[in-house]
């Protein structure tokens, strides 16, 4: 049996587990506008969301590029582009597909390319970096979010705490050491993929969920099959009665109130113009 937290299946998803995050992944769409404004993406422009599960950010995205511009959403989950499909448009598709592999898509064809709350899904990060450096025009914009390990969200927390007090610590390892970033990671990432301008920022966002079970499918549907994956049915159900007691402690009027973190990543392809002229003086 797989340890908690120890691979990543694209397996595990179901179609209930896509509807709920069709509803629940309201709260990754509000983050998903602090990503999108620094892009500054504008009319006409052609954009890949690469992870776009149900499609609320890529709408949301087609709006501003407009009825010239172009926005394609791909994700390796068959039940959330079904789902993403039903917003399709003239300007908007989507298809299904993995961050590793754009061999679809021609050199420098997009404008900008985003990933909301999917990096620290994907294990080869060096070889998408390097995908979406290819397909991003010279000068083309990369925004991503993802989790930094030196900052878990306080559900994370309390959740490692729930599991320690039913006493399945030893069987826990935590995903985020391995599945999140750091400033220094991406930059080092980023720099490795050919990219320039790179800057990041830890950003603090609140969330207000209705009570624990609620906060459990949110968690369980973002994660797609993978969340408290190794665990057993009794087992999770200790777990979710533990996560229930600790999790009503930051009950606020307005519902359970929950600090989470993420990094927020930038970075551009270089300008065609700066390739020509570190050619030229390579020549000189
Ligand atoms: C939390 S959801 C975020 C969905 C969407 N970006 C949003 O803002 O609502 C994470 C998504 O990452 C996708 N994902 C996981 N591994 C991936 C990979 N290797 N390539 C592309 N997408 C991946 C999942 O299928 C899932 O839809």
Redesign the pocket.
Known sequence: MPQPGET?S?EQ?TPELANT?ERA?IV??H??KFLIGPLAVKAGEHVL??????????EFVASLVGSQGRVI?????ES?IEIARLRQSKTLTFET????DLSRFRDGQFDAVY????FH????KDR?LREVHRVLKPGGRLGLNIQDPSKPHQSRVLLRTAIAQVGLGDRHRESNPVLGATHEQLKDLFTTAGFVDYRSDLRSLIDVHADADSLLKWSE????GNFLDGFSKSEREQIRKAFTGLVETKRAPEGLRLERYLRFAFARKTPSNVVQIATRESLT
């Open positions: 990543i694209l998803d995050y992944g990754q769409f983050h998903g969301d690469i992870g776009a599960g149900t499609g609320r950010l890529a959403g791909i994700d390796p989950l959330r597909g993995r961050a590793e990933l909301n709350s999917v899904w994907i294990e080869e998408t549907s973002s994660a797609f």
